[in-house]
Protein backbone atom coordinates (compact mmCIF):
# COMPACT_ATOMS: atom_id res chain seq x y z
CA UNK A 1 0.00 0.00 0.00
CA UNK A 2 1.34 3.21 -0.92
CA UNK A 3 1.90 5.71 1.73
CA UNK A 4 -0.64 8.57 2.49
CA UNK A 5 1.28 12.01 2.81
CA UNK A 6 -2.51 13.93 2.57
CA UNK A 7 -1.95 14.48 5.76
CA UNK A 8 1.15 16.47 5.55
CA UNK A 9 1.64 19.71 6.06
CA UNK A 10 1.89 21.81 2.78
CA UNK A 11 5.02 24.26 2.68
CA UNK A 12 5.12 27.42 1.16
CA UNK A 13 3.37 27.56 -2.08
CA UNK A 14 4.97 28.78 -5.66
CA UNK A 15 4.80 32.55 -6.87
CA UNK A 16 0.60 32.72 -7.58
CA UNK A 17 0.10 29.09 -7.36
CA UNK A 18 -2.38 27.76 -5.22
CA UNK A 19 -1.02 25.12 -2.66
CA UNK A 20 0.96 22.36 -4.13
CA UNK A 21 -0.88 19.12 -5.01
CA UNK A 22 0.74 16.32 -2.71
CA UNK A 23 1.22 12.75 -4.39
CA UNK A 24 2.14 9.72 -2.42
CA UNK A 25 3.79 6.65 -4.24
CA UNK A 26 5.68 3.55 -3.87
CA UNK A 27 7.92 4.42 -7.27
CA UNK A 28 8.09 7.86 -8.47
CA UNK A 29 9.74 7.44 -12.15
CA UNK A 30 11.36 10.62 -14.03
CA UNK A 31 11.09 10.59 -17.96
CA UNK A 32 7.91 9.03 -19.84
CA UNK A 33 10.94 8.20 -22.49
CA UNK A 34 10.81 4.43 -23.72
CA UNK A 35 12.80 3.44 -20.74
CA UNK A 36 11.09 5.12 -17.94
CA UNK A 37 7.62 4.06 -19.77
CA UNK A 38 9.49 0.21 -19.88
CA UNK A 39 10.10 0.28 -16.47
CA UNK A 40 6.98 1.55 -15.09
CA UNK A 41 4.73 -1.33 -17.03
CA UNK A 42 7.11 -3.58 -15.61
CA UNK A 43 6.70 -2.13 -12.23
CA UNK A 44 3.27 -1.65 -12.33
CA UNK A 45 2.67 -5.34 -13.86
CA UNK A 46 4.20 -6.45 -10.71
CA UNK A 47 2.03 -5.10 -8.76
CA UNK A 48 3.75 -1.44 -7.44
CA UNK A 49 1.94 1.49 -7.28
CA UNK A 50 3.89 4.11 -9.78
CA UNK A 51 3.56 7.34 -10.60
CA UNK A 52 5.38 8.83 -13.87
CA UNK A 53 6.10 12.45 -14.15
CA UNK A 54 7.32 13.68 -17.84
CA UNK A 55 8.28 17.31 -18.32
CA UNK A 56 7.27 17.33 -22.22
CA UNK A 57 3.14 17.95 -22.43
CA UNK A 58 2.66 16.08 -25.27
CA UNK A 59 4.66 12.46 -26.61
CA UNK A 60 7.92 13.13 -28.59
CA UNK A 61 7.45 13.34 -32.28
CA UNK A 62 11.09 13.76 -33.19
CA UNK A 63 12.95 10.53 -35.27
CA UNK A 64 15.20 9.05 -32.91
CA UNK A 65 16.16 5.67 -32.63
CA UNK A 66 14.96 3.33 -35.66
CA UNK A 67 16.28 0.26 -34.41
CA UNK A 68 14.94 -2.53 -32.31
CA UNK A 69 17.43 -5.89 -31.35
CA UNK A 70 16.93 -9.66 -31.15
CA UNK A 71 16.69 -9.24 -27.89
CA UNK A 72 14.45 -6.20 -27.45
CA UNK A 73 12.20 -8.25 -29.63
CA UNK A 74 12.15 -11.33 -27.72
CA UNK A 75 11.00 -8.94 -24.78
CA UNK A 76 8.53 -7.71 -26.58
CA UNK A 77 6.97 -10.60 -27.17
CA UNK A 78 7.64 -12.00 -23.34
CA UNK A 79 5.40 -9.11 -22.92
CA UNK A 80 2.68 -9.84 -25.73
CA UNK A 81 3.27 -6.36 -27.00
CA UNK A 82 4.40 -7.96 -30.20
CA UNK A 83 0.91 -7.59 -32.30
CA UNK A 84 0.70 -4.19 -30.89
CA UNK A 85 4.20 -2.93 -32.77
CA UNK A 86 3.01 -4.52 -36.07
CA UNK A 87 4.96 -6.11 -38.44
CA UNK A 88 8.09 -3.56 -38.36
CA UNK A 89 10.31 -4.26 -41.97
CA UNK A 90 13.03 -6.84 -40.97
CA UNK A 91 16.83 -6.21 -42.05
CA UNK A 92 18.98 -9.44 -41.54
CA UNK A 93 22.17 -7.13 -42.47
CA UNK A 94 23.34 -4.50 -39.41
CA UNK A 95 26.71 -3.32 -39.43
CA UNK A 96 29.63 -2.91 -37.16
CA UNK A 97 31.39 0.52 -37.56
CA UNK A 98 29.88 0.89 -41.10
CA UNK A 99 31.02 -2.89 -42.15
CA UNK A 100 28.19 -4.87 -43.58
CA UNK A 101 27.56 -7.63 -40.44
CA UNK A 102 25.19 -10.55 -40.54
CA UNK A 103 23.37 -10.25 -37.24
CA UNK A 104 22.32 -13.54 -37.64
CA UNK A 105 22.13 -15.77 -34.24
CA UNK A 106 19.72 -18.66 -33.29
CA UNK A 107 16.41 -16.25 -31.82
CA UNK A 108 12.75 -16.10 -32.81
CA UNK A 109 13.72 -12.60 -33.75
CA UNK A 110 17.21 -12.40 -35.16
CA UNK A 111 18.48 -9.52 -37.09
CA UNK A 112 17.20 -5.66 -37.12
CA UNK A 113 13.47 -4.67 -36.82
CA UNK A 114 12.86 -1.21 -38.03
CA UNK A 115 10.23 0.87 -35.94
CA UNK A 116 10.49 4.31 -35.25
CA UNK A 117 11.31 5.57 -31.53
CA UNK A 118 7.53 7.00 -31.34
CA UNK A 119 6.04 3.73 -31.99
CA UNK A 120 7.94 1.70 -29.59
CA UNK A 121 6.83 4.56 -27.10
CA UNK A 122 3.82 4.75 -27.99
CA UNK A 123 2.63 1.15 -27.50
CA UNK A 124 4.66 1.36 -24.00
CA UNK A 125 2.99 4.42 -22.69
CA UNK A 126 -0.56 2.12 -23.58
CA UNK A 127 0.60 -0.92 -22.11
CA UNK A 128 1.95 1.58 -19.10
CA UNK A 129 -1.28 2.84 -18.33
CA UNK A 130 -3.72 -0.22 -19.07
CA UNK A 131 -1.54 -1.50 -15.98
CA UNK A 132 -3.14 1.85 -14.31
CA UNK A 133 0.63 3.73 -14.19
CA UNK A 134 0.17 7.78 -13.43
CA UNK A 135 1.63 9.45 -15.91
CA UNK A 136 1.96 13.59 -15.45
CA UNK A 137 2.94 14.44 -18.48
CA UNK A 138 3.34 18.43 -17.81
CA UNK A 139 5.59 17.58 -14.89
CA UNK A 140 9.09 18.52 -14.60
CA UNK A 141 11.38 17.24 -11.44
CA UNK A 142 13.03 19.90 -10.17
CA UNK A 143 13.99 18.86 -6.28
CA UNK A 144 14.66 14.92 -5.33
CA UNK A 145 16.84 13.76 -1.99
CA UNK A 146 15.79 11.21 0.41
CA UNK A 147 14.85 11.60 3.37
CA UNK A 148 14.81 8.77 5.94
CA UNK A 149 13.41 5.44 4.00
CA UNK A 150 11.29 8.01 1.31
CA UNK A 151 12.63 9.35 -1.62
CA UNK A 152 10.90 13.40 -1.36
CA UNK A 153 10.84 15.13 -4.64
CA UNK A 154 9.29 18.12 -6.59
CA UNK A 155 7.68 18.69 -9.84
CA UNK A 156 6.57 21.79 -11.65
CA UNK A 157 3.11 20.98 -13.00
CA UNK A 158 1.33 23.66 -15.68
CA UNK A 159 -0.41 25.32 -12.58
CA UNK A 160 1.00 23.98 -9.72
CA UNK A 161 4.14 22.40 -7.90
CA UNK A 162 3.23 18.72 -7.22
CA UNK A 163 5.25 17.06 -4.22
CA UNK A 164 5.92 13.93 -4.29
CA UNK A 165 6.67 10.68 -1.98
CA UNK A 166 7.72 7.68 -2.95
CA UNK A 167 9.92 4.65 -1.80
CA UNK A 168 12.33 4.52 -4.85
CA UNK A 169 12.91 6.89 -7.38
CA UNK A 170 14.07 5.37 -11.02
CA UNK A 171 15.63 8.16 -13.08
CA UNK A 172 15.06 7.56 -16.45
CA UNK A 173 15.30 11.52 -17.15
CA UNK A 174 17.85 10.92 -19.94
CA UNK A 175 20.98 11.41 -21.21
CA UNK A 176 21.19 15.54 -19.32
CA UNK A 177 19.35 13.91 -16.25
CA UNK A 178 18.07 16.37 -14.43
CA UNK A 179 18.36 13.45 -11.39
CA UNK A 180 21.68 13.04 -12.06
CA UNK A 181 22.70 16.77 -11.62
CA UNK A 182 19.82 16.90 -8.16
CA UNK A 183 22.13 14.01 -6.58
CA UNK A 184 25.50 15.38 -7.73
CA UNK A 185 26.39 11.75 -8.63
CA UNK A 186 29.47 12.28 -11.10
CA UNK A 187 29.01 10.75 -14.64
CA UNK A 188 32.30 9.82 -15.61
CA UNK A 189 33.80 9.30 -19.24
CA UNK A 190 34.40 12.14 -21.88
CA UNK A 191 32.87 14.57 -24.13
CA UNK A 192 32.45 14.60 -28.22
CA UNK A 193 35.39 14.63 -29.85
CA UNK A 194 33.85 13.86 -33.30
CA UNK A 195 30.37 14.30 -34.54
CA UNK A 196 27.96 13.21 -37.32
CA UNK A 197 25.73 15.95 -38.75
CA UNK A 198 21.77 14.45 -39.49
CA UNK A 199 19.21 15.72 -41.26
CA UNK A 200 15.75 14.95 -42.69
CA UNK A 201 15.53 17.14 -46.33
CA UNK A 202 12.64 17.01 -48.51
CA UNK A 203 13.09 18.25 -52.15
CA UNK A 204 16.59 17.00 -53.05
CA UNK A 205 17.22 14.52 -55.76
CA UNK A 206 20.53 12.59 -54.53
CA UNK A 207 21.60 8.40 -54.75
CA UNK A 208 21.89 6.79 -51.99
CA UNK A 209 24.63 5.57 -50.02
CA UNK A 210 25.28 3.41 -47.16
CA UNK A 211 28.03 4.37 -44.96
CA UNK A 212 30.19 5.90 -48.00
CA UNK A 213 33.28 6.22 -47.26
CA UNK A 214 35.05 9.39 -49.24
CA UNK A 215 38.47 11.27 -49.32
CA UNK A 216 36.99 13.73 -47.57
CA UNK A 217 34.68 12.16 -45.09
CA UNK A 218 31.64 9.62 -44.53
CA UNK A 219 28.27 10.06 -46.03
CA UNK A 220 24.92 8.28 -45.69
CA UNK A 221 21.50 8.78 -47.60
CA UNK A 222 18.43 7.25 -47.92
CA UNK A 223 15.22 8.55 -49.53
CA UNK A 224 12.23 6.92 -47.63
CA UNK A 225 9.08 6.10 -49.66
CA UNK A 226 7.62 9.77 -48.80
CA UNK A 227 10.66 11.18 -50.69
CA UNK A 228 12.31 12.35 -47.36
CA UNK A 229 16.12 12.21 -47.59
CA UNK A 230 18.02 11.18 -44.44
CA UNK A 231 21.76 12.28 -44.91
CA UNK A 232 24.04 12.04 -42.30
CA UNK A 233 27.72 13.36 -42.74
CA UNK A 234 31.61 13.89 -41.35
CA UNK A 235 34.28 15.52 -41.91
CA UNK A 236 37.30 13.65 -41.23
CA UNK A 237 39.35 15.63 -38.80
CA UNK A 238 36.48 18.10 -37.59
CA UNK A 239 35.94 18.49 -34.39
CA UNK A 240 32.50 18.54 -32.36
CA UNK A 241 30.88 21.34 -32.51
CA UNK A 242 30.55 22.90 -28.54
CA UNK A 243 26.49 22.61 -29.38
CA UNK A 244 23.44 24.15 -27.04
CA UNK A 245 20.82 24.10 -29.84
CA UNK A 246 20.97 21.86 -33.16
CA UNK A 247 23.39 22.68 -35.68
CA UNK A 248 21.78 24.52 -38.55
CA UNK A 249 20.73 23.28 -41.84
CA UNK A 250 23.15 25.41 -43.65
CA UNK A 251 26.03 23.48 -41.94
CA UNK A 252 24.76 19.90 -42.96
CA UNK A 253 24.54 21.15 -46.43
CA UNK A 254 28.21 23.12 -46.23
CA UNK A 255 29.75 19.82 -44.80
CA UNK A 256 27.84 17.82 -47.13
CA UNK A 257 28.88 19.83 -50.25
CA UNK A 258 32.27 20.08 -49.22
CA UNK A 259 32.55 15.63 -48.49
CA UNK A 260 30.29 14.75 -51.73
CA UNK A 261 30.28 17.59 -53.77
CA UNK A 262 26.42 17.69 -53.77
CA UNK A 263 24.42 20.56 -53.26
CA UNK A 264 21.67 20.14 -50.89
CA UNK A 265 21.28 23.68 -49.35
CA UNK A 266 17.75 24.05 -52.36
CA UNK A 267 16.01 21.44 -49.57
CA UNK A 268 14.19 21.92 -47.26
CA UNK A 269 14.92 20.53 -43.86
CA UNK A 270 12.63 18.88 -41.70
CA UNK A 271 14.70 17.88 -38.97
CA UNK A 272 18.50 18.30 -37.94
CA UNK A 273 20.44 17.38 -35.36
CA UNK A 274 23.80 15.70 -34.76
CA UNK A 275 25.59 13.24 -32.70
CA UNK A 276 28.78 12.67 -31.29
CA UNK A 277 31.15 10.15 -29.57
CA UNK A 278 30.75 11.32 -26.10
CA UNK A 279 30.81 8.45 -23.76
CA UNK A 280 30.22 8.42 -20.17
CA UNK A 281 28.88 5.93 -17.71
CA UNK A 282 27.33 5.86 -13.85
CA UNK A 283 30.13 4.39 -11.42
CA UNK A 284 27.05 3.24 -10.15
CA UNK A 285 23.34 2.62 -11.03
CA UNK A 286 21.93 2.29 -7.67
CA UNK A 287 22.04 5.23 -4.97
CA UNK A 288 20.30 4.22 -2.20
CA UNK A 289 16.45 4.52 -2.79
CA UNK A 290 17.71 6.44 -6.01
CA UNK A 291 18.46 4.41 -9.02
CA UNK A 292 19.33 5.06 -12.81
CA UNK A 293 18.53 3.07 -16.05
CA UNK A 294 18.95 4.03 -20.10
CA UNK A 295 20.53 7.41 -21.16
CA UNK A 296 20.68 8.92 -17.56
CA UNK A 297 23.25 6.45 -16.86
CA UNK A 298 25.04 5.31 -19.57
CA UNK A 299 25.46 7.88 -22.49
CA UNK A 300 26.95 6.61 -25.81
CA UNK A 301 26.67 7.22 -29.13
CA UNK A 302 23.34 5.74 -30.85
CA UNK A 303 25.36 3.25 -33.45
CA UNK A 304 23.66 1.16 -34.32
CA UNK A 305 20.85 0.78 -32.84
CA UNK A 306 22.51 -0.14 -29.53
CA UNK A 307 21.80 2.63 -27.36
CA UNK A 308 17.84 2.56 -27.26
CA UNK A 309 18.03 -1.36 -26.81
CA UNK A 310 20.62 -1.35 -24.05
CA UNK A 311 18.06 1.23 -21.90
CA UNK A 312 14.85 -0.85 -22.74
CA UNK A 313 16.84 -4.11 -21.49
CA UNK A 314 17.80 -1.89 -18.33
CA UNK A 315 14.41 -1.75 -17.56
CA UNK A 316 13.56 -4.89 -18.30
CA UNK A 317 16.24 -5.77 -15.81
CA UNK A 318 14.68 -3.70 -12.73
CA UNK A 319 11.39 -4.06 -13.07
CA UNK A 320 10.96 -7.38 -11.48
CA UNK A 321 13.77 -6.53 -9.12
CA UNK A 322 12.01 -3.71 -7.97
CA UNK A 323 8.93 -4.90 -7.53
CA UNK A 324 9.47 -7.92 -5.09
CA UNK A 325 11.39 -5.45 -3.17
CA UNK A 326 8.70 -2.37 -2.60
CA UNK A 327 6.24 -5.70 -2.42
CA UNK A 328 8.75 -6.88 0.79
CA UNK A 329 9.03 -10.29 -0.57
CA UNK A 330 12.61 -9.83 -1.34
CA UNK A 331 15.34 -7.85 0.29
CA UNK A 332 17.16 -5.00 -0.95
CA UNK A 333 20.26 -6.72 -1.72
CA UNK A 334 18.53 -7.53 -4.42
CA UNK A 335 18.53 -4.40 -6.15
CA UNK A 336 22.40 -4.31 -6.08
CA UNK A 337 21.74 -7.15 -8.83
CA UNK A 338 20.60 -4.36 -10.78
CA UNK A 339 24.00 -2.79 -10.94
CA UNK A 340 25.70 -5.62 -10.92
CA UNK A 341 24.24 -7.26 -13.98
CA UNK A 342 23.29 -3.94 -16.18
CA UNK A 343 26.52 -1.88 -15.04
CA UNK A 344 28.98 -4.98 -17.06
CA UNK A 345 26.56 -5.26 -20.00
CA UNK A 346 26.72 -1.09 -20.21
CA UNK A 347 30.41 -0.97 -20.25
CA UNK A 348 30.78 -4.02 -23.05
CA UNK A 349 28.43 -1.94 -25.18
CA UNK A 350 29.89 1.36 -24.66
CA UNK A 351 33.46 -0.37 -25.43
CA UNK A 352 31.82 -1.94 -28.97
CA UNK A 353 30.56 1.09 -29.53
CA UNK A 354 33.64 3.26 -28.73
CA UNK A 355 35.60 0.64 -31.50
CA UNK A 356 32.97 1.31 -33.88
CA UNK A 357 33.07 4.94 -33.33
CA UNK A 358 36.81 4.85 -34.30
CA UNK A 359 36.21 2.92 -37.47
CA UNK A 360 33.11 5.00 -38.77
CA UNK A 361 34.96 8.20 -37.42
CA UNK A 362 38.38 7.86 -37.94
CA UNK A 363 40.12 9.09 -41.12
CA UNK A 364 41.92 7.32 -43.66
CA UNK A 365 44.78 6.65 -41.52
CA UNK A 366 41.77 4.07 -39.69
CA UNK A 367 41.82 2.13 -43.29
CA UNK A 368 44.08 -0.89 -42.71
CA UNK A 369 42.10 -1.63 -39.32
CA UNK A 370 38.86 -1.33 -41.31
CA UNK A 371 40.66 -4.06 -43.88
CA UNK A 372 41.64 -6.35 -41.04
CA UNK A 373 37.87 -5.93 -38.82
CA UNK A 374 36.62 -6.63 -42.28
CA UNK A 375 38.56 -9.91 -42.88
CA UNK A 376 37.70 -11.14 -39.34
CA UNK A 377 34.29 -10.24 -39.84
CA UNK A 378 34.07 -13.09 -42.93
CA UNK A 379 35.31 -15.88 -40.15
CA UNK A 380 31.90 -17.36 -38.92
CA UNK A 381 33.21 -17.92 -35.21
CA UNK A 382 34.00 -13.89 -35.23
CA UNK A 383 30.77 -12.76 -36.73
CA UNK A 384 28.93 -14.87 -34.37
CA UNK A 385 30.68 -13.10 -31.71
CA UNK A 386 30.24 -9.59 -32.77
CA UNK A 387 25.91 -10.36 -33.64
CA UNK A 388 25.53 -11.60 -30.42
CA UNK A 389 27.14 -8.83 -28.57
CA UNK A 390 25.15 -5.94 -30.83
CA UNK A 391 22.00 -7.89 -30.55
CA UNK A 392 22.27 -8.58 -26.59
CA UNK A 393 21.63 -12.14 -27.22
CA UNK A 394 24.84 -13.33 -25.47
CA UNK A 395 24.09 -11.38 -22.49
CA UNK A 396 24.92 -13.91 -19.64
CA UNK A 397 24.58 -13.14 -15.74
CA UNK A 398 27.28 -13.72 -13.34
CA UNK A 399 24.60 -15.85 -11.66
CA UNK A 400 26.38 -18.24 -8.96
CA UNK A 401 26.01 -21.88 -9.15
CA UNK A 402 27.47 -25.31 -10.87
CA UNK A 403 28.91 -24.19 -14.53
CA UNK A 404 26.33 -24.71 -16.83
CA UNK A 405 25.84 -23.41 -20.55
CA UNK A 406 22.68 -22.14 -19.34
CA UNK A 407 23.26 -20.22 -16.14
CA UNK A 408 23.08 -16.59 -16.23
CA UNK A 409 22.24 -17.00 -20.08
CA UNK A 410 18.78 -16.33 -21.27
CA UNK A 411 15.80 -19.40 -22.04
CA UNK A 412 16.76 -19.60 -25.60
CA UNK A 413 13.12 -20.52 -27.25
CA UNK A 414 11.51 -23.62 -27.54
CA UNK A 415 8.31 -24.99 -27.62
CA UNK A 416 7.38 -27.28 -24.83
CA UNK A 417 5.37 -30.35 -25.41
CA UNK A 418 3.59 -33.03 -22.68
CA UNK A 419 1.69 -36.02 -23.59
CA UNK A 420 2.29 -35.73 -26.83
CA UNK A 421 0.84 -31.86 -27.38
CA UNK A 422 1.85 -28.70 -27.94
CA UNK A 423 1.82 -26.44 -24.61
CA UNK A 424 3.30 -23.23 -24.72
CA UNK A 425 6.56 -21.66 -26.14
CA UNK A 426 8.92 -20.60 -23.58
CA UNK A 427 8.05 -16.93 -24.46
CA UNK A 428 4.35 -17.76 -23.99
CA UNK A 429 5.51 -19.35 -20.67
CA UNK A 430 7.12 -16.19 -19.34
CA UNK A 431 4.17 -14.48 -19.83
CA UNK A 432 3.12 -15.67 -16.50
CA UNK A 433 4.02 -13.50 -13.58
CA UNK A 434 6.57 -14.45 -11.71
CA UNK A 435 9.65 -16.94 -11.84
CA UNK A 436 9.45 -20.00 -14.36
CA UNK A 437 10.37 -23.70 -12.91
CA UNK A 438 10.51 -25.82 -16.43
CA UNK A 439 11.46 -29.48 -15.57
CA UNK A 440 12.54 -30.42 -19.00
CA UNK A 441 13.66 -33.69 -18.35
CA UNK A 442 10.90 -35.02 -15.65
CA UNK A 443 13.42 -34.91 -12.63
CA UNK A 444 10.55 -34.45 -10.59
CA UNK A 445 11.86 -31.24 -9.27
CA UNK A 446 9.10 -28.86 -7.73
CA UNK A 447 8.64 -25.73 -6.63
CA UNK A 448 8.85 -25.33 -2.54
CA UNK A 449 5.42 -24.19 -1.00
CA UNK A 450 7.19 -21.25 0.21
CA UNK A 451 8.14 -19.94 -3.13
CA UNK A 452 4.61 -21.45 -4.97
CA UNK A 453 3.47 -17.68 -4.92
CA UNK A 454 6.20 -16.29 -6.70
CA UNK A 455 7.15 -19.39 -9.68
CA UNK A 456 5.28 -21.61 -11.72
CA UNK A 457 6.34 -24.69 -12.43
CA UNK A 458 5.88 -26.63 -16.05
CA UNK A 459 7.11 -29.56 -16.87
CA UNK A 460 7.62 -30.93 -20.10
CA UNK A 461 9.93 -32.14 -23.46
CA UNK A 462 11.19 -29.02 -25.53
CA UNK A 463 12.25 -29.42 -28.98
CA UNK A 464 15.47 -32.05 -29.22
CA UNK A 465 18.21 -30.06 -29.01
CA UNK A 466 17.06 -26.79 -28.45
CA UNK A 467 18.25 -26.33 -24.91
CA UNK A 468 22.45 -26.96 -24.74
CA UNK A 469 23.76 -28.85 -21.53
CA UNK A 470 20.91 -31.09 -21.22
CA UNK A 471 19.58 -29.23 -18.38
CA UNK A 472 17.46 -31.53 -15.99
CA UNK A 473 15.52 -28.62 -14.78
CA UNK A 474 15.44 -25.39 -15.42
CA UNK A 475 14.71 -22.13 -12.75
CA UNK A 476 14.07 -18.77 -14.78
CA UNK A 477 13.61 -15.09 -13.78
CA UNK A 478 10.92 -13.25 -15.03
CA UNK A 479 13.59 -11.59 -17.57
CA UNK A 480 14.02 -14.91 -19.21
CA UNK A 481 17.38 -15.52 -17.63
CA UNK A 482 18.42 -18.67 -16.27
CA UNK A 483 18.82 -18.82 -12.10
CA UNK A 484 19.75 -22.38 -11.75
CA UNK A 485 19.67 -25.81 -13.71
CA UNK A 486 20.15 -28.73 -11.68
CA UNK A 487 18.70 -32.90 -11.81
CA UNK A 488 17.78 -32.68 -7.87
CA UNK A 489 16.86 -29.50 -5.69
CA UNK A 490 20.45 -29.48 -4.62
CA UNK A 491 20.93 -25.44 -4.21
CA UNK A 492 17.26 -24.60 -5.90
CA UNK A 493 16.22 -22.88 -2.16
CA UNK A 494 19.35 -21.17 -2.05
CA UNK A 495 18.50 -19.82 -5.96
CA UNK A 496 14.47 -19.07 -4.93
CA UNK A 497 15.74 -17.29 -1.84
CA UNK A 498 18.47 -15.30 -3.77
CA UNK A 499 16.17 -14.62 -6.96
CA UNK A 500 13.08 -14.17 -5.45
CA UNK A 501 13.20 -13.89 -1.52
CA UNK A 502 12.80 -16.13 1.52
CA UNK A 503 10.02 -18.27 1.27
CA UNK A 504 6.49 -17.62 2.82
CA UNK A 505 6.19 -19.34 6.41
CA UNK A 506 3.23 -21.78 6.02
CA UNK A 507 -0.14 -20.56 6.96
CA UNK A 508 -1.08 -22.14 10.38
C1 LIG B 1 18.32 13.22 -31.67
C2 LIG B 1 18.55 11.81 -31.24
C3 LIG B 1 18.70 10.80 -32.16
C4 LIG B 1 18.89 9.47 -31.74
N1 LIG B 1 19.04 8.48 -32.67
C5 LIG B 1 19.22 7.20 -32.23
C6 LIG B 1 19.39 6.13 -33.12
O1 LIG B 1 19.35 6.31 -34.33
N2 LIG B 1 19.57 4.87 -32.60
C7 LIG B 1 19.59 4.64 -31.23
O2 LIG B 1 19.73 3.51 -30.76
N3 LIG B 1 19.44 5.64 -30.40
C8 LIG B 1 19.26 6.89 -30.86
N4 LIG B 1 19.14 7.88 -29.98
C9 LIG B 1 19.20 7.54 -28.59
C10 LIG B 1 17.87 7.01 -28.11
O3 LIG B 1 16.85 7.86 -28.57
C11 LIG B 1 17.97 6.98 -26.62
O4 LIG B 1 18.95 6.02 -26.26
C12 LIG B 1 16.67 6.63 -25.94
O5 LIG B 1 15.69 7.60 -26.20
C13 LIG B 1 16.92 6.55 -24.44
O6 LIG B 1 15.71 6.45 -23.79
P1 LIG B 1 15.54 7.04 -22.33
O7 LIG B 1 14.13 6.74 -21.97
O8 LIG B 1 16.66 6.58 -21.48
O9 LIG B 1 15.76 8.61 -22.46
P2 LIG B 1 14.92 9.67 -23.29
O10 LIG B 1 14.32 9.06 -24.49
O11 LIG B 1 15.82 10.84 -23.48
O12 LIG B 1 13.73 10.04 -22.32
C14 LIG B 1 13.95 10.84 -21.18
C15 LIG B 1 12.63 11.50 -20.83
O13 LIG B 1 12.80 12.20 -19.62
C16 LIG B 1 12.15 13.44 -19.72
N5 LIG B 1 12.77 14.35 -18.75
C17 LIG B 1 14.03 14.85 -18.78
N6 LIG B 1 14.23 15.63 -17.70
C18 LIG B 1 13.08 15.61 -16.99
C19 LIG B 1 12.67 16.24 -15.78
N7 LIG B 1 13.48 17.06 -15.08
N8 LIG B 1 11.41 16.03 -15.32
C20 LIG B 1 10.57 15.21 -16.00
N9 LIG B 1 10.90 14.61 -17.17
C21 LIG B 1 12.15 14.80 -17.65
C22 LIG B 1 12.37 13.86 -21.15
O14 LIG B 1 11.42 14.82 -21.58
C23 LIG B 1 12.22 12.52 -21.88
O15 LIG B 1 10.89 12.29 -22.27
C24 LIG B 1 18.95 9.19 -30.37
C25 LIG B 1 18.81 10.22 -29.44
C26 LIG B 1 18.62 11.52 -29.85
C27 LIG B 1 18.48 12.62 -28.83
Known sequence: MAPDLATGGAGPAPDGAGRPDRLATEVLVVGAGPVGLMLAAE?????????????????????????????????????????????????????????????????????????????????????????????????ELVAAGEVGEYVEAEALGPDKVLRLRARYLVACDGEDSTVRRLTGVDFPGHDAGRELLRADVEGIDIPDRRFQRLERGLAIAWRND????????????????????????????????????????????????????????????????????????????????????????????????????????????????????????????????????LLLLGGLEVEPLRALVAELTGLEEARAHLAGMISALDVRYPVPGPAHPLLGARLPHTVVRSGGRELASTAELLRARGGLLLDVDRTGVRVPAGWADRVTAVAGDPEPGSLPGEPGAVLVRPDGHVAWVGRDEDGLAEALDRWFGPARPPTP
Not at 261 to 282: H, K
Not at 329 to 335: G, I, K, T, V, Y
Open 226 to 357: QGVTRVMVHEFGRAAGPRTTNAPFEEVATVWKRVTEEDISGGTPLWVNSFGDASRQLASYRHGRVLFAGDAAHRQMPIGGQALNLGLQDAFNLGWKLALTVRGQAPESLLDTYHAERHTVGRRVLANIEAQA
Open 43 to 139: LARGGVDVVVVEKRKAPSTESRASTLHARTMEILDARELLPDIGTPPHEPRGHFGGLPLDLTWPSTHPGQWKVPQTRTEAVLEERAISHGVDIRCGH
